[in-house]
């Protein structure tokens, strides 16, 4: 087949075909870590963000490409996960802004789309760095775009991008010297070429089959709403995309206050004459009538929760609960009737973490951390929950900070800053500045100040035999992370937690923070603490933090 332009309906096919090989790869991207630690989930996280996007197209039948790339960009922005599944959700979005209303696009103007998903991918990292998926993006895009005019069809063009990504992907270890060090390349990159593999895959007659793997696979983070809940708040999971026709008499803000007292959970999210809305009400019905006052709709579920869920409190999260069946977000519940200065949402994992950060002043938790990062629309769902003129996110993961930041900018009627934290560490400490006397840049100030003088540790196990930072490392070792590099290594976890604490700890040291997980026993606890007692001039704390993979979390102040 010599396929010279692509349609809305074949566009749709290409990128269901690419989030089925993509997913056939999850496991083996999620493997090209550069520690070799059992968190790796690049796959797991572009997986979640592109699957988000062909749900969101799913009962779509529109013959446009333009209208399909922005409904696909949009479920993949609302869907982002971790820095990867941001930036591929950007180099979607750009590419959907390069095919705005076309029905049909020719090579020359689809290769320019993709380098304009490129532009707004770099756009959207602070810091870009080459070696990663945006290398491999940028360097496949300048070959098509540079091919364009000689290729005679998009099986061609899809050969060549294909072979220039994958030589670009090659070199990723020789621009980022931890990749040649460790021995990988770059797993965002892998993970871009696999969907790229598979939309050229539509293009040659090769379909993947769905896997069994779904986005409830994926632990779906949830909030700690232990201070409101609500048995009344049972009702239809209403979520829908409308188009607006009327957009001089629409405004987002009014729309939102004038069907906020419908329902609860409401998340709402325009872009241009679309609008993507998702809402718990009794009364489906009277929303959809509001809304059909400015516009149709694009695409429309209704799901009855009360049916589903009746022997449990709204979606509350509990150890062995199975995830929604709507397949969306339930973590939130009502809204908190008394409306607050300030509230504080972070990202941690385990049960004693989560208690912790709420004694110290944390209001909401969101769920996540290392393998499990909270979407773009789970940040904006929780933010748009709470009562409260200042938001202060806490991400405490570095790889959920891009997301935090991203959902930061859709919500227009809070004022939402992120506090840069990328460790439990620094969240932690950071908490112990807040004041809520003070206005929200001072407290913004001062958290980050602390920040910087606060030194992360963590202690995790090897998946895999490496050489990292010079340190030869064999499967099931025991490792030690001190600010973002493998500095011991040992079969012994006790050895190399307090291997890891002495060259953590100097003369200006004063307080040590143990974090330890779900795994450690706390007699070891006391053998640790019992081993730093020498040192009189060092309080040593210690939080049964009940986390996974991370045996230790440790602070130094």
Excluded: W
């Excluded at 076309?102 to 789309?113: C, G, L, P, R």
């Excluded at 429309?300 to 929604?324: A, F, G, R, W, Y």
């Excluded at 397949?327 to 949402?345: N, R």
Aim: charged share 25%.
């Amino acid at each position: 087949m010599q396929t010279v332009l692509l349609d809305g309906h074949l566009f749709k096919q290409m990128v269901t075909n690419g989030s089925y090989k993509l997913r056939n790869c999850v496991d083996r991207i999620n493997e090209l870590n550069v520690f070799p630690v059992p968190d790796g989930d690049t796959g797991s996280n572009m997986y979640a963000t592109i699957q988000a996007g062909v749900k969101s197209i799913y009962s779509v039948n529109d013959a446009s490409i333009g209208n399909i790339a922005k409904i696909v960009a949009r479920g993949m922005l609302m869907g982002a996960r971790g820095n990867s599944g941001v930036i591929l959700s950007q180099l979607f979005s750009g590419l959907a802004a390069g095919l705005k209303g076309i029905d049909q696009v020719d090579i020359e103007t689809f290769s320019k789309a993709l380098r304009q998903g490129v532009e707004q991918a770099y756009s959207a990292v602070i810091n870009p760095v080459e070696g990663t998926i945006l290398t491999v993006a940028r360097e496949g895009a300048d070959v098509a775009i540079s091919i364009a005019k000689d290729t005679k069809d998009f099986e061609e063009l899809f050969k060549y991008y294909i072979e220039e990504l994958n030589a670009s992907l090659a070199r990723t270890p020789e621009l980022l010297p931890i990749l040649k060090e460790v021995g990988v390349i770059d797993s965002g990159g892998a993970g871009y070429i696999e969907i790229v593999n598979g939309m050229a895959g539509v293009l040659d007659g090769v379909v993947f089959e769905e896997s069994k793997y779904t986005q409830t696979d994926y632990e779906k983070p949830k909030m700690n709403m232990d201070s409101f809940k609500d048995e009344e708040n049972f009702g239809y999971c209403t979520e829908f995309i409308m188009q607006i026709e009327r957009v001089d008499e629409f405004v987002l803000n009014d729309f939102i206050t004038m069907i906020s007292p419908l329902g609860n959970s409401l998340v709402a999210v325009q872009d241009e004459n679309i609008v993507k809305v998702h809402i718990h009400t009794q009364t489906p019905g009277d929303v959809l009538n509001l809304g059909q006052r400015f516009g149709f709709y694009i695409n429309l579920k209704i799901e009855n929760m009360s049916v589903q869920h009746t022997e449990v409190v709204m979606h509350e999260p509990t150890s062995d609960s199975e995830p929604c069946d709507c397949g969306h977000d339930h973590s939130t519940t009502a809204t908190p009737k008394i409306k607050k200065k300030y509230a504080i949402v972070a990202v941690v994992n385990g049960d004693g973490l989560k208690d912790t950060f709420i004694e110290m002043g944390c209001d909401y938790i969101i769920a996540g951390g290392q393998t499990m990062n909270p979407s773009i629309e789970d940040f904006v769902t929780a933010c748009n929950e709470i009562a409260a003129d200042h938001i202060i996110i806490i991400p405490n993961n570095k790889n959920v900070l891009l997301s935090a930041e991203t959902a930061a900018k859709l919500i227009e009627n809070k004022n939402v800053k992120v506090l840069p934290a990328k460790t439990i560490s620094q969240g932690y400490a950071a908490l112990t500045m807040f004041d809520a006397t003070m206005d929200i840049d001072h407290n913004i100030d001062d958290m980050k100040a602390h920040i910087k003088t606060v030194k992360s540790g963590e202690v995790t196990y090897a998946i895999r035999d490496s050489v990292n930072n010079g340190i030869i490392i064999k499967k099931n070792d025991f490792i030690g992370i001190f600010d973002d590099e493998i500095v011991t290594a040992d079969l012994s976890r006790i050895a190399v937690v307090e291997k890891l604490i002495h060259q953590m700890i100097d003369t200006e040291s004063e307080i040590i923070t143990i974090m330890y997980g779900k795994e450690v026993d706390a007699s070891e606890v006391e053998v640790l603490v019992d081993s730093l007692s020498d040192n009189k001039m060092i309080e040593v704390e210690t939080i049964d933090g009940g986390q996974d993979i991370y045996s230790y979390i440790i602070s130094v102040e």
